[in-house]
């Protein structure tokens, strides 16, 4: 298992607002474990914290915008896919006006500062988002299409499409969060000439110039139209004579309009708050788009009580049987765990293969045959003991007995043919030999048992 990770150090970024034209001041510094990414206004009174997590956008026009009781900070998704990217899970971002910088239309300074600081592991264990089965989103409002698929690392697709004969159809994808730096950072924003005007009338884009945009001219405007906008937005006037690309610095990628897509749709997901396991496959994403998937998503995972454990047969335990038998006295017909699938200092996973050849279903009952639930909540008690055992020397000199089984609950049968998974988590420090743990048992993705444990480590002697 992962561990979280966080800044190493802090950095300090300025630049100008795109929508406010305003001098921003941006700091982003270390947070301390389990915090999550937090965005704190400065320059209000109180220095209010809005977390940055799905439910809190309230805006998504041209970038997005968080907001939690009155306090609003927009253009977030640029810092958010670096983060991302650099999977860290807790940071501390201080600015000091309603919005973020532009920067260069990048996440490229974001990336940098990141690697110049570097990045550092915590104690606790990284939690995911696990992309356990196919699916399909379709937002019916913008006609953006994800596809949801497993798989063991973070991937992502993006196909945009425009009605433009300069930008019509593009493609771009990423493998690995490795790649990032190279090949998605520095990929700029881009704007259609022909929407300039719609966007300053929206009090909009006051900081944006072609320094820090891709401006695509794609229908003839009069040059009057165009002086009239470089007059609006306080530019030099040029002339345009031929469609295509306004910017004077070419083109990163021939693709790079449809990777700065792709660096968004990063940057949105980021604020479900967990990295994710799986790949996204994106047509024709958008910021509205992208943000109701990561708040569909945060829906869900409020609704998991606790993730619910990745089981693959083929993957090596990290006890065996013969393993567990050295650490544990139980033996025959009273040995309820096959195998340990994981382990760290926190948690343990542990799994039962439930057989017709159970010697308690002879009189549990011979008709119906179902688990008794005392059994489900000894195996876990003895998931829990090869988790406490696991934090002593010598762990074979020592016994676990449980004091104490509180709020006990039983949501499901457990019948031959099921695979009983037990996840054992602590509930706190072990302290004078004495532990609390949390347990839960799964069937497939559903809670079939569930307990509090309190038990004590003894020498034997």
């Not at 406010?20 to 220095?47: H, K, M, S, Y």
């Not at 909009?204 to 470089?230: E, F, M, R, W």
């Not at 007059?231 to 790079?256: A, H, S, T, W």
Request: negative net charge; hydrophobic residues 40%.
């Amino acid at each position: 298992m992962s561990k979280q990770k966080t800044l190493k150090s802090a950095f300090t970024l300025e630049g100008k607002g795109l929508h406010t034209g305003l001098p921003v001041t941006i700091t982003f510094n270390p947070a301390e474990v389990n915090t999550g990414r937090r965005i704190q206004r400065v320059d209000l009174e109180g220095q209010p914290i809005v977390d940055a997590l799905a439910e809190n956008v309230v805006e998504t026009s041209r970038g997005t915008v968080v907001e939690k009781d009155g306090v609003r900070i927009s253009t977030i998704e640029h810092a958010m896919a670096a983060l991302f990217a650099f999977d860290i899970d807790n940071c501390l971002i201080q600015v000091n006006q309603p919005e973020f910088p532009i920067l260069d239309g990048s996440a490229g300074a974001y990336v940098k500062a990141i690697q110049e600081v570097g990045v550092e592991e915590q104690k606790a264990d990284k939690q995911y988002y696990i992309i356990r089965k196919k699916s399909e989103v379709v937002n019916e409002t913008t006609g953006s299409k994800f596809i949801l698929l497993p798989d063991e690392e973070f991937g992502i697709n993006v196909l945009v499409s425009y009605p433009s004969p300069i930008l019509n159809n593009q493609f771009a994808s990423l493998d690995s969060l490795a790649e990032f730096p190279e090949q998605i950072a520095s990929c700029r924003t881009f704007v259609f000439v022909r929407e300039l005007e719609a966007l300053l009338k929206n009090n909009l884009i006051k900081g944006g110039d072609l320094d820090n945009a891709i401006v695509i001219y794609d229908q003839i405007l009069p040059q009057s139209d165009i002086d009239h906008l470089t007059d609006i937005l306080g530019k030099e006037r040029i002339c345009v004579e031929n469609m295509g690309y306004l910017n004077k610095e070419p083109l990163q990628f021939e693709n790079e309009p449809a990777r700065h897509k792709l660096l968004d749709v990063m940057g949105d997901l980021a604020l479900i708050g967990k990295p994710i396991k799986g790949r996204v496959i994106a047509t024709c994403p958008g910021h509205k788009a992208n943000t109701d998937l990561a708040k569909k998503i945060r829906k869900e995972l409020r609704r998991q009580e606790v993730p619910v454990p990745i089981y693959d047969p083929n993957q090596a335990p990290v006890l065996d049987v013969n393993q567990i038998k050295h650490l544990l006295p139980h033996r025959w017909p009273f040995l309820l765990v096959d195998k340990v699938i994981e382990r760290t200092d926190t948690y343990v996973v542990g799994l039962k293969n439930v057989t017709g050849n159970e010697t308690f279903f002879c009189g549990h009952f011979p008709q119906e045959p179902v688990m008794p639930g005392v059994l489900q909540l000894e195996a876990m008690a003895q998931t829990g003991g090869l988790l406490v055992l696991g934090t002593v020397d010598e762990p074979e000199r020592y016994s676990t007995y449980f004091m104490k089984i509180d709020n006990a609950k039983f949501r499901q049968k457990v019948v031959p043919g099921d695979t009983l998974i037990f996840r054992l988590e602590l509930s706190g420090e072990i302290r004078r030999g004495c532990v609390n743990m949390k347990g839960y048992a799964f069937v497939g993705d559903s809670i079939v048992a569930e307990a509090d444990f309190m038990a004590q480590i003894v020498k034997n002697k």
